[in-house]
C-alpha cells in the first residue's frame, strides 16, 4: 500500500520537521515551508522540497497539516493561495493541530467539493517523540478516511485512538485533554512557587513529589524547566506558553457551549493569559511560574 504512497508536510517547524524526517524513512515525503533553513534541513532528511506549498501538495495521497488555529487551517487550504483545489479526489487532509471543534464541519463539507476527506487527528507529545515515531494521535474520520491515512498515522503514532467515525470527534477529545495538561502545569508551577517560597529545595521537591501520590506526567515532563525558568534565557522552548492560551480558550469555550462550569480551568487560563500580557507569550510553558513568582526566593 505505501510503495507509491506520498504524503505533503506543509510546515516544517518544531513538529512538522521531525514528523516529515520520521514518514520520510518510509515514505515519499514532500515539504514546504516559508523558512529557506528548515527546507535545508527537511532535505538532509530525505524530504523532497517545493517553492510553494501548492507545488508540494500536487499529486500526493496525504497532506499533514499542523497550523495554528481555524482561521489558519482555512487559509492554508481554501485562501488565495489555498491547496484544496490541487488536492487529487481521493486525497486525505490529516489535521494534527488542535483547533476545536467549531472549524471542523465547515472545512469537512468544502473539502468534499474536490473530493478530499478530513481526518481529524490531533496529537500529543513534542518534537523528540514526534522524530521517533512515539506520539499519541486521536482520530475523529469515516472509517474509510482513516485508512487512507493509516500509513501516516501508524509511523507517527504509538498510540492511536479512534474515539469516532466523524471528523470533529478528536478534536473533542484533544479539548478534554488540554483541560487537564493546562491545569497540571499550571499547578506544577504553582506547587513549586510554593516550595520555594517555604524555603525548601525545589529539585528535591521535584523529585520527592514525582515518586508519591501527587506525580504526574506533566510534573515530571514540565518540572525539569519550571526549574530553567528562572535561568538566563529560560528553558528551552519545546511548547510555547502562547499555545495554553490558545487550547484553554478552546476549553472555555466548548464548556460554555455544553453549559458546563469549568473552575479550575479557567483559573488556569487567567495565569496563561497574565503570562502573555507579561511577555511571555513565545517562552516556553513552563514559565508560567513566573507569573506566581517573578522571582526566585531561594538560591
Known sequence: ???????????????????????ATQLSVHGFDIAEPR???????????????RDAAEDTDALLLAVRNGEQLNDVLFGENGVASVLKPGAVVILTSTVGTEAIPETVARLAEFGVALVDAPLSGGPKRAGEGDLLIVVGAEPSAFEAARPVLGLLASTLTVVGDKPGDGQALKTVNQLL??????????????????????????A???????????????????????????????????????DMGIVGKAARAAGLAAPVAAAAEQLYLLGQAQGLAAADDSAVIKVVAPTKRTA
Open 1 to 23: 500500500m505505501t510503495e507509491n504512497y506520498k504524503v505533503t508536510v506543509l510546515g516544517l517547524g518544531a513538529m512538522g520537521l521531525p514528523m516529515a524526517a520520521r514518514l
Open 39 to 53: 527546507l535545508k534541513l527537511a532535505e538532509e532528511a530525505g524530504v523532497r522540497t517545493f517553492a510553494s506549498a
Open 181 to 206: 495538561c493546562g491545569i497540571h502545569i499550571a499547578a506544577a508551577a504553582e506547587a513549586l512557587a510554593l516550595a520555594d517560597a517555604m524555603g525548601l529545595d525545589q529539585a528535591k521537591t521535584l
Open 208 to 246: 520527592a513529589l514525582e515518586a508519591g501520590a501527587a506525580g504526574s506526567f506533566m510534573l515530571s515532563n514540565r518540572g525539569p524547566r519550571i526549574l530553567e525558568a528562572y535561568n538566563e534565557g529560560g528553558a528551552e522552548v519545546l511548547s510555547r506558553l502562547d499555545i495554553f492560551v490558545k
